[in-house]
């Protein structure tokens, strides 16, 4: 039998760090030299304002270099609150996408590599199923995670972010896979075991619900509140491993 797991990037393979504010904090200070401001001061303005913030609306039409252009322009109007002279705003923003692309900004999990290899010696392929920036596949490869994945999806190629059901789908389809009322099969009609594999109870486990597949919740814990309940819950991905 066929076994694949679509695997979430951010807070699932790497720590969830708040590198948008900090990012933008960095290009504060050298446009401005203020010294009074702290990544908290920005936060608030990095929580709105990207796509995977407003996933019911239609983003196709900013696809790739497309979707850096939008939220240049967006963190344009955040630097410019912080005292960025308005002809120095957008070329300033421009920075972010290099700023985003720094190594330095990523953690990887310690055991991100070994279970990630651990699946694919019992089996499994991985695949990238990610809201994200167009060019994380670059990120990809600085942190020597690309061949551990046979392809990546991310939202900001297609126009779709999760929870949506399209993005969803389209990985599916990207990996031969459909949904019958069994379950899951190949081509050839043959069964196929999949999980999606993240870190957020909406975006993950409920969008995979929209297609019928099973979450596997890591580093976090569904509520009561949430709307779906994770297939499993484990605290470190090494947990994963009795599953696999």
């Known amino acids: 039998m066929r076994k694949v797991l679509f695997w979430d990037f951010d807070g699932t393979l790497v720590v969830s ?10 290009i504060i200070q050298s446009e401005t030299g203020r010294t009074d401001l702290t990544f908290h001061d920005i936060r608030p303005h990095t929580r709105i304002g990207f796509t995977w913030h407003t996933p019911d609306d239609d983003h196709t039409g900013y696809k790739g270099q497309l979707w850096w252009e939008r939220m240049f322009v967006r ?22 996408q290099e700023e985003i692309l720094r190594i330095s900004n ?16 019992r089996g ?35 126009g779709w ?36 594999v993240g870190d957020n109870p909406v975006a993950d486990v409920f969008g995979a619900s929209r297609v019928g597949l099973p979450c596997i919740l890591v580093h976090k814990k569904t509520t009561v509140e949430d709307l779906v309940p994770a297939a499993y819950e484990f605290d470190t991905l090494t947990q994963m491993k009795q599953l696999l």
């Open 161 to 196: 972010d999760k929870p949506r059901a399209e993005l969803f789908q389209y990985a599916l389809d990207l990996a031969g896979i459909r949904r019958v009322s069994s379950g899951f099969v190949d081509a050839e009609g043959s069964e196929v075991q999949c999980f999606m």
């Open 124 to 158: 499994w392929e991985n695949y990238i199923l990610s809201n994200n920036y167009p060019d994380m596949d670059l990120t990809m490869d600085a942190l020597g995670l690309t061949p551990y994945f046979k392809d990546m999806v991310i939202s900001a190629r297609l």
């Open 75 to 96: 963190f344009a109007e955040v630097l410019k609150l912080f005292g960025v002279p308005e002809d120095r705003a957008l070329p300033a923003a421009r920075r972010m």
């Open 17 to 26: 760090n708040p590198m948008w504010p900090e990012a933008m904090l960095r």
């Open 106 to 121: 990523y953690e990887i999990y310690p055991d991100t590599k070994e279970v990630l290899q651990y699946a694919i010696d």
